[in-house]
């Protein structure tokens, strides 16, 4: 079945302490990324990978790293969690189609991250 | 910086209504804009659009863009219960980002 994984799909921490949260897909897409969604704010981009080795900033990366050794695995690293990096974040990937234009985005599960 | 504005914010109709929501963008390199449906979890693609006055279909929803006039708009025609969620329109740029509204509440009653 065609799907993006994340993993934990919920994670309680305290301020400080580095985390990882993982994300894969199996549809051999090009593009990958990562949101971050909060009341009334909708959902923010925090780092986005046009392909392996090429990772560039959204609106939100502070706080945030990325890598994208595989093309595959795309995971967010929180190296020193903050409590307003409590959120809901949502990872996606997408071909890139002919044509320029992008195509559908298909989005992970969701992962609710509460930073204490 | 880009901005993606989506109206109105929250919508609350009764079963049968036809709906109109809209979404108005200021981006840079405009590659295409696309409407998801959001319920309790992810987001579920619903249309991608990238020529001007093209409309796109799907049962009883249905998707215009202007690039002339930067907006976009949904229509839900004959509104049902499973309707209510949140729409979220989204601008692609050439460069990848990708850059969200806010999003519409819609409430259906039956």
């Known amino acids: 079945e065609a799907q993006v994984t994340q993993n934990p799909r919920y994670l309680i921490t305290v301020t400080g302490k580095k985390l990882t949260v993982t994300c894969s897909q199996n549809?051999?897409?090009?593009?990958m990324s990562w949101y971050r969604q909060d009341p009334g704010l909708g959902l923010r981009q925090i780092y986005y990978s046009m392909n392996v080795e090429v990772t560039d900033k959204g609106d939100v990366p502070e706080g945030y790293k990325v890598s994208r050794k595989e093309k595959r695995n795309f995971p967010l690293i929180l190296e020193s969690p903050s409590p307003n990096q409590t959120s809901l974040y949502f990872c996606?990937?997408?071909?890139?189609?002919?044509?320029?234009?992008?195509?559908?985005?298909?989005f992970g599960p969701g992962t609710r991250l509460t930073v204490l | 910086e880009d901005k993606v504005v989506q109206s109105p914010l929250s919508l609350v109709v009764h079963e049968g209504d036809t709906v109109t929501l809209n979404c108005s963008y200021e981006?840079?390199?405009?590659?295409?804009l696309l409407w998801y449906k959001q319920e309790k979890k992810a987001p579920t693609f619903l249309f991608m659009l990238t020529s001007s006055g093209i409309e796109k279909k799907s049962g009883r929803l249905s998707s215009i863009l202007d690039k002339k006039e930067l907006f976009s708009i949904l229509n839900i025609t004959a509104t049902q219960t499973g309707d209510s969620a949140v729409y979220l329109c989204a601008v692609s740029t050439s460069y990848g980002k990708l850059t969200f509204g806010q999003g519409t509440i819609l409430t259906v009653h039956p």
């Open positions: 981006v840079t390199n405009f590659r295409s």
């Open positions: 996606a990937s997408r071909s890139e189609g002919s044509g320029g234009a992008g195509n559908e985005q298909f």
């Open positions: 549809m051999n897409h090009e593009y």
